[in-house]
């Protein structure tokens, strides 16, 4: 599986497992909507500015994002490491901001408690069948 494979692959899932690592040391994984936008190795996520994850990131730009898809036989999955970045300059939470997202952030798109997660990918392992290929990205 090439890079753009890996993304295509991505794009098509509606879960992914985001990874951080807490002030001990642990890493801490919670499920989140599909990205809101792919574009080459970046890969866009709203959240809460309040959230856990975000001041994790904020102490630790480290994380890693997992998606995968279960089939009857076959099961595929996208593991990519990489750094988080927490945007909350308003360009970027506009760019990302969908009408339904009023339900979670009562003050809309300038709420202070919106932000967005920007990951950029290093590497990515894919697995199938058994087997693993490591992508650098």
């Known amino acids: 599986m090439d ?3 890996i993304f295509q692959f991505i794009a098509e899932q509606k879960t992914a497992f985001l990874a951080s690592v807490d002030g001990q040391g642990y890493p801490v994984i919670r499920a989140m909507l599909a990205p809101r936008i792919i574009e080459g190795n970046e890969i866009y996520f709203s959240t809460n500015t309040s959230s856990n994850k975000v001041k994790q990131y904020l102490a630790n730009s480290r994380a890693c994002v997992y ?3 279960r089939g009857k036989i076959k099961y595929q999955g996208v593991s990519i490491t990489g750094e988080i970045q927490v945007c ?5 939470k506009d760019r990302l ?23 950029t990918g290093v590497t990515a392992e894919y697995y199938c069948d058994f087997k693993i290929e490591r992508i650098d990205l």
């Open 3 to 5: 890079k753009t494979q």
């Open 67 to 69: 998606f995968y898809k």
């Open 88 to 92: 909350t300059d308003q360009a970027t």
């Open 97 to 119: 901001w969908r009408f339904g997202d009023k339900l979670f952030y009562k003050n809309g798109v300038t709420d202070p408690d919106y932000c967005v997660l920007k990951f």
